[in-house]
């Protein structure tokens, strides 16, 4: 009972206290409201007062006047901003660590497109080696044909040329044997007449020296 009285002793007091900085908040309020808008001329008379404690003051003040001045609420609500100003605390670091993964990831991230980029100049130029070495090999084939078609040619002419050559020689040594063959045959044409004259000749000797012979005898015989 009697800390139920107290409890209700200390809620009374901090709503007093709080209604006195509510009003002392309204008071600085107004000073710091009219002070900002000669703060040029002001400056070194009427100090400026931040607003951000103000503020946040202020939203506390509000803030615990949601509760009815219940002080067990109160220190409830307390205890929980408390730790949530603890883990407002560690946002930065929180934050920073984000920012540090957040930085590494970006670094990944550039690496990864620096060798996606790299391997893409590397794909082009395989691409463009390929192509050239594509046109050389279609230029090579293309010389080949032609090559093949200039030598076919020329072994065609070469062999035709040869075989005309072969004709030309067959036919001469064919004209050469005939006119051999004739001269031979004039000049054996030519032997024979000549033995036959002398075969002639020789019978009419043999019948020259006949009549001579038998003109002999007849002589003899007359004797």
């Given at each position: 009972?009697?800390?139920?009285?107290?409890?209700?002793k200390?809620?009374?007091?901090m709503?007093?206290?709080?209604?006195?900085q509510?009003?002392?908040?309204?008071?600085?309020?107004?000073?710091?409201?009219?002070?900002?808008?000669?703060?040029?001329?002001?400056?070194?008379?009427?100090?400026r007062?931040?607003?951000?404690?103000?503020?946040?003051?202020a939203?506390?003040?509000?803030?615990?006047?949601?509760?009815?001045?219940?002080?067990?609420?109160?220190?409830?609500?307390?205890?929980n901003?408390?730790?949530?100003?603890?883990?407002?605390?560690?946002?930065?670091?929180?934050?920073?660590?984000?920012?540090?993964?957040?930085?590494?990831?970006?670094?990944?991230?550039?690496?990864?497109?620096?060798?996606?980029?790299?391997?893409?100049?590397?794909?082009?130029?395989?691409?463009?080696s390929?192509?050239?070495?594509?046109?050389?090999?279609?230029?090579?084939?293309?010389?080949?044909?032609?090559?093949?078609?200039r030598?076919?040619?020329?072994?065609?002419?070469?062999?035709?040329?040869?075989?005309?050559?072969?004709?030309?020689?067959?036919?001469?040594?064919?004209?050469?044997?005939?006119?051999?063959?004739?001269?031979?045959?004039?000049?054996k044409?030519?032997?024979?007449?000549?033995?036959?004259?002398?075969?002639?000749?020789?019978?009419l000797?043999?019948?020259?020296?006949?009549?001579?012979?038998?003109t002999?005898?007849?002589?003899?015989?007359?004797?």
């Amino acid at each position: 009972m009697n800390g139920h009285t107290q409890s209700s002793k200390d809620a009374q007091q901090m709503s007093r206290q709080l209604r006195r900085q509510k009003r002392r908040q309204a008071r600085l309020g107004t000073i710091e409201v009219t002070g900002s808008s000669d703060e040029a001329s002001h400056a070194g008379a009427n100090p400026r007062i931040p607003r951000e404690p103000i503020e946040r003051l202020a939203a506390v003040i509000k803030f615990l006047g949601l509760y009815n001045n219940d002080v067990e609420q109160i220190e409830c609500a307390l205890g929980n901003l408390l730790q949530k100003d603890e883990k407002i605390s560690h946002l930065p670091l929180t934050i920073t660590e984000l920012q540090h993964s957040k930085n590494e990831q970006s670094c990944r991230v550039e690496e990864e497109q620096s060798r996606l980029a790299e391997l893409q100049r590397q794909l082009n130029d395989e691409q463009s080696s390929l192509e050239i070495s594509r046109q050389t090999l279609d230029e090579d084939r293309k010389q080949l044909e032609a090559e093949k078609k200039r030598f076919k040619a020329e072994e065609t002419a070469r062999y035709d040329k040869a075989i005309v050559v072969e004709k030309k020689k067959i036919e001469d040594e064919s004209k050469k044997l005939i006119k051999q063959e004739k001269k031979a045959t004039a000049v054996k044409i030519e032997g024979a007449t000549q033995q036959i004259r002398q075969l002639q000749n020789q019978v009419l000797e043999l019948i020259v020296a006949k009549e001579n012979a038998e003109t002999t005898l007849s002589l003899f015989r007359t004797f």
